[in-house]
């Protein structure tokens, strides 16, 4: 039997291209002499599992143009110059998003039994105003006075003491990293950094803005643009003071266009208006959790930063309706141990970020963190984060200050990834408290309360409402039912002060839902304590809420899975886990042979049967060219067929970061990637088959 040694190479790039320095097969004219190409392309594997990803710095622009260039993204209607914070997902960003979906549906809505919901994006205007987002949906926006081109107040400030921080550290002789410009975008509003070399006591001063710009209210960054004399970047002009811009876009509903909505900004309130309908799937109990995936929109002021701040998104939010008086978490003990990076409200409003290391149940214990579940939940966020592949060490979890808190809210964290636009907000965790169902409740009437039953029989004292039905109606005329309903909506709380007032005044006034007010007199409205007999405690859940911005999210990741070869700085990576990989295998046939083609049809088939998304490579390219621009797609195995598999059924399995490969029986090369698409880790799984050293018999 003639025994032919066929040997295929482990490529080396030059520093500008990816073609490699010995070519692979392409014609089956090379296997008639084996000792002379034998002689051609002996090279040595790499040996070693250690990757260097840090040899290069990161630099943004090579990676989103890696991103335009392989079509993650691109501008929505590009061709017709697009448009400001809208963007279309080309096959490897849809299919990445996809998967970081699909794992985020495994992770929270499957292992936590949490309830699924599909809510219209078309919302009532009456929703979003009982909701508060008519009124309190906004952005503080500035305008330069003579071009009226408008900033986000708090970007324009963050932008401007930004820079002469940056220019401070120039004076200084400091070395300072240069932001990329933002490729996505046909212009951006830069602030330009000048050498001068501020006082200590300056730099100090904007620090502490900095680090509490979240917390400024309207009145207060006016006070600070005036102060710190901020103008127009590019123009040099004076701003207007800040004025309240609604990020929500509205529509009409229906050819009459009587029927006011808005494309809904959240997809919370799809949760709550269909509370009732949901406890009773759940047959009335407490806890548990609903959960949606879909579409928000936002109409962003001034959307920069590429996929981070834009005008349509997609959200996964989740409403988990808690006791208010019990908020531990059956499996709370299941993750206290894990240890987080924290930045509490209280280190933020001394002008500081120090950040604090603790374990969850440590900052459940000390009080950081107000309740279990509220804990519960930031640790599975941190899980789940870490899980689709961003690194630990550059993700923190901020808490609100008061003025970024809304008043019904007991606590409110944000996950915060770093990337080289800065810290961005990616995941807010939030008790809500009662707020939304109680409003919902009282302005549909519609109780949305769990009915608990009691052990025991319970005597409480409660207020009871007294209307002068007679008098009333003839009183308030067509405004008696609207009246009654905010009466009747008071809470035991609400109830005990007009009482009070009552007594005190004989009158008390009313705020309907109209937004008017009418005065009450004691003489037809009487508040009683009365003793009552209880078997069924009813009360309204609180509500713990994680949101995750899905496209925040994704690009993060992204940021965090580039890298370049060491030994070429041209040659960009994606180690994205195999999880969420857009591709999870490459087939590379090393000719164009036609004997392959059965070959490939069926390894590419059996792959997809088993759910694992393949590509062909086919093309004339060397295969290290192949291999590379995959590695571009985050593609993290790829397998080749050459003549050996004709002859052998021998298969060889390439690992992307490593570049090491295995070989072994077709069969046990597709089981082994199974298993590493499953979460079996390379180290482990590589192992099973014996490396390949280039070189095999036919």
Known sequence: MLRTLVSRPFHTYSSSTYQPTLGAFTSRACFTTSSSFHARSKMAAPSSSEVNKTAHAFERSALEGLLIKRFFFCPAFEIYGGVKGLFDYGPPGSSLQANIIDTWRKHFIIEEEMLELDTTIMTLSDVLKTSGHVDKFTDWMVKDVKTNEVFRADHLVEGVLEARLKGDKEARGAKVEEKE????????????????????????????????????????????????????????????????????????????????????????????VNFNRLLEFNNGRVPFASAQIGKSFRNEISPRSGLLRVREFTMAEIEHFVDPLDKAHDRFESVKHIKLNLLPKDVQTEGRTDLSQLTIGEAVASGMVDNETLGYFIARIFLFLIKIGIN????????????????????????????SYGWIECVGCADRSAYDLSVHSAKTQNKMVVRQPLKEVRIVEKMVVGLDKKVFGPRFKKDAKIVEDAIMAFDEEKLKEVAAELAEKQSTTVRASNGQDYEVPSSIFTITPTTIREQVREFVPNVIEPSFGIGRILYSLLEHSYWAREDDVNRGVLSLPPTIAPIKVLI???????????????????????????????????????????????????????????????????????????????????????????????????????????????
């Open 181 to 272: 410009d933002d490729p996505t975008k046909k212009k951006k509003k830069k602030v330009k950094s000048v050498a001068i070399q501020l006082e200590d006591s300056v730099v100090a001063e904007y620090e502490s803005i900095l680090a509490q710009i979240d917390n400024f209210n309207g009145k207060e960054l006016g006070e600070l643009i005036r102060a710190q004399k901020i103008v127009s970047p590019e123009t040099g002009n004076e701003v207007s003071e800040p004025v309240e811009f609604n990020l929500m876009f509205d529509t009409q509903i229906g050819p009459t266009g009587q029927i006011k909505g808005y494309l809904r900004p959240e997809t919370a309130q799809g949760h709550f």
């Open 588 to 698: 590379v046939p090393i000719s164009g042979n036609t004997e392959f083609k059965p070959l490939i049809r069926e390894v590419s088939q059996t792959l997809r049967g088993l759910g694992i998304a393949s590509r062909v490579d086919d093309s004339g390219a060397s295969i290290g060219k192949r291999y590379a621009r995959n590695d571009e797609l985050g593609t993290p195995f790829g397998v080749t067929l050459d003549f050996a598999s004709l002859k052998n059924g021998t298969m060889t399995l390439r690992e992307r970061d490593t570049t090491l490969q295995v070989i072994g029986k077709i069969d046990e090369v597709i089981k082994l990637v199974a298993d590493l698409c499953s979460g079996l880790e390379w180290s482990e799984g590589s192992k099973r088959l014996p490396a390949y050293t280039g070189e095999q018999e036919i």
């Open 392 to 419: 630990p060490e550059r993700l923190r979890f901020r808490q609100h200050m008061a003025n970024e808190m809304a008043h019904y809210a007991a606590d409110c964290w944000d996950a915060e990834i770093h990337t």
